[in-house]
């Protein structure tokens, strides 16, 4: 099997050793894509903060035994808080009772603007009201800017089935936001 | 590039190529050159939708969840130590080491030393001894 050249391979190595620079260094690079990662995919803030911690906890235990060449960390890294939001994700539905939380769609107001805040909202609620697994597809790939390669890994299914997820995702994100578009009337 | 192939990649990763497969990119860019009337419509709508998921505000990483992100790490057994730290260490084993030689280096000389002197006033107090035996024999002798 081929080594993986891996950004990140000299980083693990010295926070395996206990570098306080090097940790400090990897809670820079990392601590935000974990946390973007899960607020995305959970759509909760204080939650997003508890995977984000958890996950570089992980990586903590995990880099002195950290074996290169066989996997990059930034994906490991994903694969470990990706199962931490599905954890979380199952315990929703599980205690899920009859009326689930609304997700109400904001829609278009005429005495909303466009503030950028706002168009991010609808972007995330849009986002949020998606299939899981759409959503993650999106994610993964356009937010944490992996290769569809890595994506369709990490999801476990072939790249042609995450061109559909991605695709059905695009595709529902355009219309639940179709009166942001600017050649929507009204906007 | 089929046009059937090129406007399934627009639809799942977007306008943006640099988000396009890296084995496809090359054969999708042609594609638009070759055929700009009909990548055209795909790109717009493909590119309206980027606009709205960059939208999307990215989270921004407080200063104490990092605080106790970092704290985690001693907690999960890493040895906090400072990379300035391990040279420090380095140059005081490495000064621990030379006086250590000097230190050897001190005894053996003395040692040396020692015996060279201990030899010369060995042969003095030889020296002398005979020069009193000289004068006692003299005294014998008369």
């Known amino acids: 099997m081929a080594l993986i050249a891996d950004p990140d391979e000299d980083l693990v190595r010295r926070v395996g050793q206990g570098d306080s620079a090097a940790i400090q260094a990897m809670v820079a690079r990392k601590l935000p894509r974990m946390l973007a990662l899960a607020q995305r995919m959970l759509g909760d803030a204080v939650e997003a903060e508890d995977v984000a911690q958890e996950a570089l906890l992980r990586a903590w235990k995990q880099a002195p035994r950290w074996q290169p060449g066989k996997a990059k960390f930034d994906t490991w890294l994903h694969r470990v808080g990706l199962n931490l939001c599905y954890d979380r994700l199952r315990r929703r539905r599980e205690i899920a009772t009859d009326m689930p939380p609304e997700r109400p769609d904001e829609g278009a107001a005429p005495d909303r603007g466009l503030l950028a805040a706002d168009v991010g909202r609808r972007v995330d609620a849009a986002l949020a009201r998606l299939p899981e697994r759409q959503r993650e597809a999106i994610v993964l790939c356009h937010y944490q800017e992996l290769t569809n390669i890595e994506a369709a890994a990490l999801m476990e299914v072939s790249v042609e089935a995450l061109e559909s997820l991605l695709s059905r995702g695009r595709r529902a994100l355009r219309l639940a936001l179709a009166d942001m578009r600017p050649d929507a009337e009204g906007v | ?142």
Do not use: N
């Not at chain 2, 406007?7 to 594609?31: N, Q, T």
């Not at chain 2, 020296?127 to 008369?142: F, I, K, N």
């Open chain 2, 1 to 142: 590039m089929t046009a059937e192939r090129f406007l399934a990649l627009i639809a799942a990763y977007g306008a943006d190529a640099r988000r396009w497969p890296v084995d496809e990119r090359a054969a999708a860019e042609a594609f638009m050159a070759a055929q700009p009337e009909a990548a055209r419509a795909a790109l717009a709508e493909a590119d309206a939708v980027d606009a709205l998921l960059h939208a999307s505000a990215t989270p921004r990483v407080s200063m104490a969840l990092r605080d106790r992100v970092i704290a985690s790490a001693s907690e999960a057994g890493l040895k906090a130590r400072r990379e300035g730290r391990r040279w420090l260490d380095r140059l005081a084993l490495a000064l621990g080491a030379g006086w250590a030689v000097a230190a050897c280096a001190g005894v053996i000389a003395g040692v040396f030393m020692t015996s060279h002197f201990t030899a010369d006033a060995q042969a003095d107090a030889v020296l002398y001894q005979a020069s009193l035996l000289g004068v006692d024999d003299t005294e014998v002798l008369g």
